[in-house]
């Protein structure tokens, strides 16, 4: 009995770390699975934790950019990325836009200019135009915290670096606040 439970155990450590395979894998985690076999256990099994992460910061980023763009559009209609935006922005939405052009060959981003800035200009906007905002958040100083401690761990997660736990929580606890604040 004792070795049906040791094998109970080893054999979903060998699931958690990517090394044995579950029947009921569909055809691309079956894919996935041998294409990733190379990697060391460490990488894979890295792998797996920040796929939680950049899902949390996914839903976080976008998220914002959401509420912006619909709160923005309410007021100013299609264009309110002229009227909102400053000059840096202007800037660089156009140095990427060319540099998408010279690039045809690679899918661009999303169409709209705000899917061009960065996470923290994510926060200048609200900020800039915080008499729109103001009624949606304690202070300014709660946007741009959470914003900005998370565009740390987005850079961390971008260049497929490994975010420590207390981070990903971290993450994750500027993710409720927001959904909470919001709605």
Known sequence: ??????????????????????????????????LFAVASENIRTSSIIMQ????????????????IQNTFFEIDGTDWFTKRSNR???TKLEKRKANEQKNQWHTGRNEHPIFYMDFGDLS???????????????DQA???SRI????????????????????????????????????
Request: with cysteine; glycine share 4%; hydrophobic share 35%.
């Open 1 to 34: 009995m004792l070795k049906g439970v040791f094998s109970t155990y080893c054999i979903k450590d060998l699931q958690a770390n990517g090394l044995l395979r579950l029947p009921s894998y569909d055809n691309q985690e079956k894919k996935d699975h041998d």
């Open 52 to 67: 939680r992460y950049f899902r949390i910061l996914f839903v976080f980023e976008n998220s914002v950019r959401d509420f």
């Open 88 to 90: 840096d922005m202007k």
């Open 124 to 138: 200048k906007l609200i900020i800039n135009h915080w008499d729109v905002f103001q009624d949606y958040f304690p």
């Open 142 to 144: 709660w946007v741009t």
């Open 148 to 183: 900005s401690d998370s565009e740390r761990s987005r850079n961390v997660i971008a260049h497929t670096n490994i975010l420590a736990s207390e981070e990903g929580q971290r993450l994750e606890m500027h993710l409720r606040d927001w959904i909470n604040q919001i709605g």
